[in-house]
């Protein structure tokens, strides 16, 4: 098969969804932060949190049609819906959070419904609470048929390498459902000198490399070695921090004892997105992490997005058989996909 041959058949792992609407909360009374949107410019809507723009967004987000309309050009045959990460609201009351979370999981399923095969959904959960998460988890894998979740980097502060989402986490290696890790509420904003932005654009992998350590660290797929798990945006500064923790792994008698299987080794069994928006720094994290766990992630429809993901992996000087297991073939064994359709 030429790399050629592969140029509409991408999969695309990481792009998220806003509602056009929210709904009232439904409990006693309102959060603070619950989002809302607003008319903004044409297509576009404002997304609302304490009565403030949070961000602005085209019908993209929220319109099948419009977003499908974008994926031949950008080289994808299907596209990974999950929710813009500031809707995981983890600082939500657990009701509440369940509520939202409820809504933006049939928001998804709906959008899926009219992707024509297109669209995959990944559900959120309310981890603020961990029963709750998994009766949610369920929800969404048993009941809309959805391959995983998304869930933020930290809850309130806690990396989700933490003890307390070790029910969680055992809970989605039985169900067979993928975890998709995006940045949330990133550490470090205060070292940050400019405009907002700069959240997304240099703290969002400092955070998703701090996330994917402590992954690591807390030897979570020693534990759970079928749990399918994936960070955004490359894995953040992982790939760097990596070989100093390999080193200290073998210098620091501590951290031998702590962590059960080398980091490298660890590392290799994990997930990440190519959303490095750089060929050379794809190449090194194909040789750092393995040729088979690399997924394509654009972001779209954010403007902040890889627009051309599928000519960014084949100006990486990969073969043939590397550029298939980017493009679409370790997003399949990500996904289950070709086991949910035998």
Not at 237 to 251: D, E, K, Y
Request: charged share 20%; glycine share 8%.
């Amino acid at each position: 098969m030429s790399v050629m041959s592969c140029r509409c058949c991408g999969i695309d792992v990481h792009a998220h969804v806003v509602p056009e609407h929210f709904p009232a909360c439904l409990g006693r009374r309102m959060p603070a932060l619950w989002p809302s949107t607003a008319p903004a410019h044409e297509c576009h809507r404002h997304v609302m949190i304490a009565d403030r723009v949070y961000r602005t967004v085209s019908d993209k987000c929220w319109s099948p049609s419009r977003r499908l309309a974008d994926l031949p050009a950008m080289g994808l045959s299907h596209q990974v819906l999950s929710p813009m990460p500031e809707l995981l609201s983890y600082w939500f009351e657990p009701a509440d959070g369940q509520q939202l979370s409820r809504y933006l999981n049939e928001q998804i399923a709906a959008m899926v419904a009219e992707g024509n095969g297109a669209l995959i959904g990944l559900g959120t959960v309310p981890l603020q609470d961990t029963d709750l998460a998994i009766a949610e988890l369920e929800f969404v894998v048993k009941t809309l048929g959805f391959p995983g979740v998304e869930i933020g980097s930290n809850v309130n502060g806690l990396p989700i390498g933490h003890e307390r989402f070790e029910p969680f986490f055992a809970a989605c290696e039985a169900l067979g459902a993928a975890v998709f890790v995006h940045a949330l509420k990133p550490a470090g904003m205060e070292r940050l000198v400019g405009p907002a932005p700069l959240q997304q654009v240099l703290a969002y992998p400092g955070e998703v490399g701090l996330a994917a350590a402590s992954v690591i660290t807390s030897n979570l797929l020693v534990r759970h070695p079928r749990l399918r798990i994936a960070f955004s945006h490359g894995g953040g500064t992982l790939g760097l921090l990596l070989p100093r923790l390999q080193q200290g792994w073998q210098v620091f008698p501590a951290l031998k004892e702590q962590l059960q299987a080398s980091p490298v080794e660890q590392a290799r069994r994990l997930y990440f997105d190519t959303l490095v928006f750089d060929t050379p720094t794809l190449r090194h994290l194909v040789d750092t992490f393995g040729a088979d766990r690399l997924m394509l992630g654009t972001d779209h429809p954010f403007n902040f997005h890889d627009r051309t993901p599928v000519a960014r992996v084949e100006a990486a000087g990969f073969d043939a058989a590397v550029v298939r297991q980017l493009l679409d073939g370790n997003a399949r064994r990500f996904l289950a996909l070709d086991a949910a359709t035998t």
